[in-house]
T-cell receptor, first 117, second 113 residues
């Protein structure tokens, strides 16, 4: 129930194309769904996040689509660029043990994106 | 932009030795975390820390692990007697609260030989 399932494991996209990464969860108590981008040798960096009260959030070329009934959410990268080549992790969490805190993140297994020039 | 700073970037230690991984979270953050990532695998939660005490810990965080915030800026993870399977990238993270997202450090690569 605490798992977040992410697919695909790897993705190759041509420059200018759309990259789509999907995640699914079981625990309906999750209330925060971030996406992280990780370059080799670096820590995960927050890319975009969504709460379940909205179905879509867009920031620049990055969009999260959220389907609460299906318990699925996805990341769309429009106009993909070679600089977007990285590993992308979806994650989920619920409120923490203290008021105002955020619980620990449950990460998906990651998607290695390669954008070909 | 504020950063979470981790030292050292790489540590090699012999099995059975104690290691201390150090982190300086962002100064106005209140919640602190340690995560680890075994090579090529997903990022896994170890422990969260708030108000000078552990607020949550995972099954991985057994008696060999401990955390401390010895002063107002540092946050440390100690592994008392390292095992080969402790080899991983260890990430420190901090946040100012719910919905603000975590800021992760660049990690410490721990190699146990």
């Amino acid at each position: 129930q605490q798992q977040v399932k992410q697919s695909p494991q790897s993705l190759i996209v041509q420059k200018g194309g759309i990259s789509i990464i999907n995640c699914a969860y079981e625990n309906t108590a999750f209330d925060y769904f971030p996406w992280y981008q990780q370059f080799p040798g670096k820590g995960p960096a927050l890319l975009i996040a969504i709460r379940p009260d909205v179905s879509e959030k867009k920031e620049g070329r990055f969009t999260i689509s959220f389907n609460k009934s299906a318990k699925q959410f996805s990341l769309h990268i429009m106009d993909s660029q070679p600089g977007d080549s990285a590993t992308y992790f979806c994650a989920a969490s619920m409120g923490g043990n203290y008021g105002g805190s955020q619980g620990n993140l449950i990460f998906g297994k990651g998607t290695k994106l390669s954008v070909k020039p | 932009e504020p950063e979470v700073t981790q030292t050292p970037s790489h540590q090699v230690t012999q099995m059975g030795q104690e290691v201390i991984l150090r982190c300086v979270p962002i100064s106005n953050h209140l919640y602190f975390y340690w995560y680890r990532q075994i090579l090529g695998q997903k990022v896994e939660f170890l422990v969260s820390f708030y108000n000078n005490e552990i607020s949550e810990k995972s099954e991985i965080f057994d008696d060999q692990f401990s955390v401390e915030r010895p002063d107002g800026s540092n946050f440390t993870l100690k592994i008392r007697s390292t095992k080969l399977e402790d080899s991983a990238m260890y990430f420190c993270a901090s946040t100012s609260g719910a919905w603000y997202g975590y800021t992760f450090g660049s990690g410490t690569r721990l190699t146990v030989v």
